[in-house]
C-alpha cells in the first residue's frame, strides 16, 4: 500500500489545479523522456497507460523493460514505477508506487517519487521529482537537426565572464544534487557566456551522460578534452560514455588516458556499466584490472600525500 508521503505532494499540487479533471480528456502516447527512466515509450493497453524502456537510461534498463504502468483517470495516472536504487539494504531494482498529474497543454506527466526509508534513487535528486517530458520536446531543447549536434548549438555571441561564472555555480550546485536537467540548463547557459571554459562543458556532458543522452555527452566532454586535455576525470567520463555504446576500443582507450593522467578511485568504485563491458571481455579483462588497480594506488598514493605535515 503506498504511503501518504509517497503521495501527499502531488496530492496537493492537483488538489490545487482548477479543472484539472474537466481537462484530462486526452491520453500521452509515444516517446517520452524522463532523467531517470531515459527514453521510453508510452502506449495505451487495456485501459491502462504502460511504458516500456527504450535506451535504458541510467538505470540501464534493458530495451521494452515495463518501468511504468497504472490507470489515467480525470488527469491523474495511479500505478507503478521501476527505479533503480542505492543503499546497504536496499534492492538494485525496486517497483515503487506513483501518482502523477498529466497536463495536456504540454502533455507532460509530473509526480514526486519517495523510495523505502533508507534507500535513494539518485538519478530523481532530492526533492524526489519526476518529469515525464514528450521526447519532441525534450529534442526541441537540444536539437540535433541536419548533422548538428546539441553542442554544436551552443555558441557564445558576446563574452560576460561575469555571467558565465554564476551560471557555472548555479550548475555545480545543481549536479552535486543530482538534478541533472536543471543542471545541464545551467552549463549550457554558462556556455553561451564563455564557450572557452573546459568545466561548463565537463559539468554538461557529465549531466546529459546522467540523463541517458549518450551521443550528446560525449560531444561535450570532446569539447572539455580539447580544451584541457590534461583532466583526467574528462577522460574517464568519456570512457564511462563510450561504454554505454558499446564501444570497448574507445572506452579502454580514454580510460588508459585517464590514468596515465592520474585519475585516481577507491576500491570497488568504478563505473558499473564500464565495469561490466570491459571486465566481462576477455581481450580486455587484464588491461582493464590492471588500469583500475592502478587508479587505485594512485587514489592511495594521493591520500598518502595529504596526510603528510610539516616540510
Known amino acids: ?152 548549438r551552443l555558441r557564445t555571441e558576446k563574452r560576460n565572464a561575469g555571467a558565465a561564472k554564476a551560471a557555472l555555480e548555479r550548475g555545480n550546485r545543481l549536479l552535486g544534487a543530482k538534478e541533472w536537467s536543471g543542471s545541464a540548463a545551467e552549463f549550457e547557459q554558462s556556455i553561451t557566456h564563455d564557450d572557452r571554459n573546459w568545466v561548463a562543458f565537463f559539468g554538461l556532458g557529465t549531466a546529459w551522460l546522467m540523463r541517458g543522452q549518450t551521443a550528446d555527452a560525449i560531444d561535450a566532454l570532446t569539447r572539455a578534452r580539447a580544451l584541457n586535455p590534461r583532466e583526467s576525470s574528462i577522460h574517464y567520463n568519456l570512457a564511462c560514455a563510450y561504454s554505454r555504446l558499446g564501444d570497448k576500443k574507445q572506452a579502454l582507450a580514454n580510460l588508459g588516458q585517464a590514468v596515465k593522467l592520474g585519475f585516481a578511485i577507491t576500491e570497488g568504485s568504478q563505473d558499473q556499466e564500464l565495469d561490466r563491458l570491459l571486465g566481462s571481455d576477455a581481450a580486455s579483462l587484464t588491461t582493464y584490472m590492471g588500469l583500475i588497480q592502478q587508479a587505485v594506488a594512485n587514489n592511495k598514493a594521493s591520500a598518502g600525500r595529504r596526510q603528510q605535515t610539516g616540510p
Open 1 to 152: 500500500m503506498a504511503s501518504v508521503s509517497r503521495t501527499i505532494g502531488l496530492a496537493a499540487l492537483v488538489a490545487a489545479a482548477p479543472g484539472a479533471a474537466a481537462r484530462a480528456q486526452s491520453v500521452p502516447q509515444g516517446s517520452y523522456q524522463a532523467d531517470v527512466l531515459g527514453r521510453v515509450e508510452l502506449s495505451a493497453e487495456h485501459e491502462r497507460l504502460v511504458a516500456y524502456a527504450s535506451d535504458g537510461g541510467p538505470c540501464r534498463f534493458k530495451p521494452q523493460s515495463r518501468v511504468l504502468e497504472g490507470q489515467l483517470k480525470g488527469g491523474v495516472l495511479v500505478g507503478q514505477l521501476t527505479l533503480c536504487l542505492q543503499g546497504a539494504s536496499c534492492p538494485a531494482v525496486d517497483t515503487l508506487p506513483i501518482l502523477a498529474l498529466y497536463s495536456p497543454e504540454d502533455r507532460s506527466l509530473t509526480a514526486y517519487v519517495r523510495p523505502r526509508a533508507g534507500c535513494l534513487a539518485p538519478v530523481l535528486g532530492a526533492a524526489g521529482l519526476l518529469v515525464l517530458n514528450p521526447a519532441q520536446a525534450v529534442s526541441e531543447q537540444a536539437p540535433v537537426r541536419n548533422g548538428t549536434s546539441a553542442v554544436a
